[in-house]
């Protein structure tokens, strides 16, 4: 099949026209969340863009895989190759076994992802339940001569890598500069034989909940490892698309791309290397370590000092959205308050295509009609913004821009008769299909039931001391249609469910 789908590829620094390697398979890989705290809205972001690039990919007619990978083990405090373990550190503060942690903030980011609008991806593979993988990953590493082991643990040796291969080929890191701004760093790092080298078995000390029995002694794997081996195990030696946010590039992804070159995979692991930028709060990268982040539930009920209100899943996915992936987004409350305002026009569009329709009386003549050429072209400026990278602040641009078409002929019916059925057609079906299929945007209940409920026996009570009994009639079936059963009791008017 043949699509005009762009995408940026950091890999080679360009846009590259997307084929895949099996077509009409597509695989895709997302770095997804170490579960020791809860994730904030820049967390958000790229399971956001990669659930719409895999929407719109099978929109186009792939098949995909998508996997999104949990990091439950192995990510150590600063990123780095020494201190504990983040998840193991939390569980020793609250006084919980480590997989208590990962279990509580895996869950809540799954149901978080899921308000989101994020489809669950194919397969959600744990860095704990594939520790096989790894120590087999290790082993063919060390086997190819690109590792070494230490008193129990084994490190990836940078240096002999770069003399065959190109580290840095990711990021643009050149190894002698690296070098060069770490020659006094290698402070409590004794066992690397260069400070550029990283971990991919450390042995466990006694600070360590988390170990398994390993070739070298007990321990658990470095925090690079875990995406190399279950990216293989799902999608193959080579596949087609691996994602994850900018600050992943270096070192994450760039050890990922030496691992699997240095094993007997052979490949950069993934074609295209995609990369959503952050977001920012008053400038400055939103970051744990900081301190400036929002988390998504914070978001979500308001409780923070940045907000003046609550936002609504679907408004944090619009907010997400309006602008393109590799660009940095500014969160403040005035850009919360807009988006929420375009994502509610993009919902009144849905209502209104609906009660499109010519006037009684009015005819339209047969066969393609004066607008139909421009109609399609503002359909068509919709998916270039799409194919165009994944751009979806144009995406969304386009669609407005075909909201405003629509709004003419719902103010003014009558100039429906310029454009023809089939054309009409079409462009309801595709706003329809790219708001809620590919842009993942639904509709979201505004209403309160119980304030909507009381201000239905409120009516039911004014009806019946103004002795309107059909009213009343009216509204108790109206109720009961709901399962609701008004009740008359000396203190007033009560409901209860019927049984």
Not at 18 to 35: A, D, K, N, R, S
């Amino acid at each position: 099949m043949q699509h005009p789908l762009s995408l940026y590829n950091t890999l080679t620094r360009r846009k590259e026209a997307f084929v895949p390697i099996h077509e009409p398979f597509v695989g895709m890989y997302l770095c997804g969340p170490t579960v020791y705290s809860e994730a904030h809205v820049g967390n958000a972001r790229g399971p956001v863009v990669f659930d719409v690039l895999g929407r719109y990919l099978r929109h186009l007619g792939y098949t995909v895989r998508y996997v999104r990978n949990i990091t439950d083990v192995g990510h150590l405090e600063g990123d780095a190759d020494e201190g504990e373990d983040k998840i193991s550190k939390m569980a020793r503060a609250r006084q919980l076994e480590p997989m208590q942690v990962a279990e509580s903030y895996t869950g809540r980011y799954n149901r978080h992802m899921e308000a989101l609008g994020c489809l669950p991806p194919d397969i959600t593979p744990r860095a704990s339940g594939h520790i096989t993988e790894q120590i087999a990953m290790v082993e063919e590493i060390l086997a190819n001569g690109f590792a070494y082991e230490v008193n129990g643990s084994v490190y990836f040796d940078v240096p002999r890598y770069n003399e065959q291969h190109s580290y840095g080929k990711l990021s643009g890191r050149v190894v002698e500069e690296l070098l060069a701004g770490t020659r006094d760093n290698l402070a409590g790092q004794d066992e690397k034989r260069s400070p550029l080298d990283f971990a991919l078995w450390k042995r466990a000390d006694e600070r360590h909940l988390m170990r398994w029995p390993s070739p070298w002694g007990e321990g658990f794997p470095g925090w690079h490892l875990e995406c190399s081996a279950m990216g293989r195990k799902y999608l193959g030696a080579e596949f087609d698309i691996h994602g994850g946010g900018l600050d992943l590039m270096f070192p994450h992804h760039e050890c990922e791309i030496a691992q699997s070159r240095a094993s007997h995979s052979h490949t950069d692991e993934a074609r295209v290397w995609l990369h959503n930028n952050m977001i920012t709060v008053n400038g400055q990268k939103m970051s744990k370590s900081v301190g400036n982040y929002i988390t998504v539930s914070q978001l979500f009920s308001g409780e923070h000092e940045l907000l003046t209100q609550a936002y609504s899943p679907m408004t944090a996915r619009f907010f997400l959205l309006q602008a393109h992936y590799r660009s940095t987004v500014d969160i403040t409350d005035d850009a919360l308050k807009a988006a929420a305002k375009g994502y509610r026009k993009l919902m009144n569009g849905l209502r209104q295509i609906e009660r499109l329709q010519l006037p009684a009386g009015t005819e339209r003549a047969a066969g393609p009609q004066p607008a139909d050429d421009e109609l399609r072209k503002l359909v068509a400026d919709c998916y270039t913004g799409l194919n165009d990278d994944l751009n979806t602040a144009r995406a969304i641009a386009s669609l407005f821009n075909l909201l405003r078409k629509f709004n003419g002929y719902y103010n003014q019916p009558a100039t429906l008769a310029q454009v023809s059925e089939a054309a009409l057609h079409e462009a309801i079906a595709a706003y329809r299909t790219l708001v809620q299929d590919v842009l993942g945007l639904h509709d979201e209940p505004r209403a309160d039931p119980e304030a909507l409920l009381g201000l239905t026996l409120q009516f039911y009570q004014e009806a019946k001391s103004a002795k309107d009994y059909a009213k009343v009639d009216v509204i108790r079936a109206a109720l009961k249609e709901q399962g609701i059963l008004v009740k008359d009791t000396k203190a007033g008017v009560d409901w209860a469910y019927e049984e």
